[in-house]
């Protein structure tokens, strides 16, 4: 049976040192790389000759804007729509990366915490930032909500601050873990089908099913994707909301 954790391996394509630090160009980076070039390249296309009449491209160009556009404006608000380039760079981003570990020979740039984490670092820093300059100070109130009792004071403040501390964590974590397990699974399920084709002919009829289950599996997988996605970028909504309002 295949290694299960071998499609998580990165390989240097290019070496590229630069002193102590590796710039290799891998397998990781073309991935990326082509969820950047196909996103812009998509958009571009789509919304080169804005026809007042749309075509089917722009249409789905405009559903994709309209939906990150509303899931901006019903978890931070209007005030937030500041926000919004930075929400759908996020979320078509992650989203190509789910659906190309989809396609055969492609790597899941997502199932790697390096690059979820570096996803929710971002969200982390912008919230911070954005909260002191709109703020300032009082942006620290967060930490205390309203109407608590004063002897509970002392317990809730470390407690609020180390929720928000982890944030970044399980941010990152619930990305690469969802995609990481749904990816083994479909890898030792093909394994069986695999294996059982190698046994003889009565053994490939029985490795049918191990095949009828992985493409199910694969279009579960596909919505698993495109879900894993959303939840991103909404919990990113919802982080993004403390900058622009703290319910004081």
Request: hydrophobic share 60%; glycine share 6%.
């Given at each position: 049976?295949?290694?299960?954790?071998?499609q998580?391996e990165?390989?240097?394509?290019?070496e590229?040192?630069?002193?102590?630090?590796?710039?290799?160009?891998?397998?990781?980076?073309?991935?990326?790389?082509?969820?950047?070039?196909?996103?812009a390249?998509?958009?571009?296309?789509?919304?080169?000759?804005?026809?007042?009449?749309?075509?089917?491209?722009?249409?789905?160009?405009?559903?994709?804007?309209?939906?990150?556009?509303?899931?901006?404006?019903?978890?931070?608000?209007?005030?937030?729509?500041h926000?919004?380039?930075f929400?759908?760079?996020?979320?078509?981003?992650?989203?190509?990366?789910?659906?190309?570990?989809?396609?055969?020979?492609?790597?899941?740039?997502?199932?790697?915490?390096?690059?979820?984490?570096a996803?929710?670092?971002?969200?982390?820093?912008?919230?911070?930032?954005?909260?002191?300059?709109?703020?300032?100070?009082?942006?620290?109130?967060l930490?205390?909500?309203p109407n608590?009792?004063?002897?509970?004071?002392?317990?809730?403040i470390?407690?609020?601050?180390?929720?928000?501390?982890?944030?970044?964590?399980?941010?990152?974590?619930?990305?690469?873990?969802?995609?990481?397990?749904?990816?083994?699974?479909?890898?030792?399920?093909?394994?069986?089908?695999?294996?059982?084709a190698?046994?003889?002919?009565?053994?490939?009829?029985?490795?049918?099913?191990?095949?009828?289950?992985?493409?199910?599996?694969?279009?579960?997988?596909?919505?698993?994707?495109?879900?894993?996605?959303y939840?991103?970028?909404?919990?990113?909504?919802?982080?993004?909301?403390?900058?622009?309002?703290?319910?004081?």
């Open positions: 049976m295949a290694n299960p954790i071998h998580f990165i390989h240097r394509w290019i590229l040192p630069l002193g102590s630090f590796d710039a290799s160009f891998t397998n990781s980076s073309f991935a990326m790389l082509t969820a950047a070039v196909l996103s390249g998509f958009l571009t296309l789509a919304m080169k000759k804005r026809a007042v009449v749309p075509d089917r491209v722009q249409v789905c160009a405009e559903l994709f804007y309209e939906f990150v556009s509303k899931m901006v404006k019903l978890n931070i608000g209007k005030k937030g729509l926000y919004l380039p929400v759908f760079t996020i979320f078509v981003f992650v989203l190509l990366g789910n659906v190309l570990g989809l396609v055969p020979y492609m790597f899941t740039f997502t199932s790697h915490p390096i690059v979820t984490g996803l929710a670092l971002s969200v982390f820093i912008t919230v911070f930032a954005f909260g002191l300059r709109n703020h300032g100070l009082h942006f620290f109130s930490f205390l909500p608590v009792p004063w002897w509970l004071i002392p317990f809730i470390p407690i609020e601050i180390i929720s928000y501390f982890v944030r970044p964590l399980t941010h990152c974590v619930r990305l690469f873990a969802n995609m990481m397990a749904g990816h083994i699974v479909l890898k030792v399920v093909a394994s069986f089908a695999v294996a059982a190698g046994m003889g002919a009565a053994w490939t009829l029985l490795g049918a099913f191990p095949v009828l289950v992985n493409v199910a599996m694969m279009v579960f997988e596909l919505l698993v994707a495109v879900v894993q996605a939840v991103f970028a909404i919990l990113a909504c919802v982080y993004l909301k403390d900058s622009v309002d703290l319910h004081h």
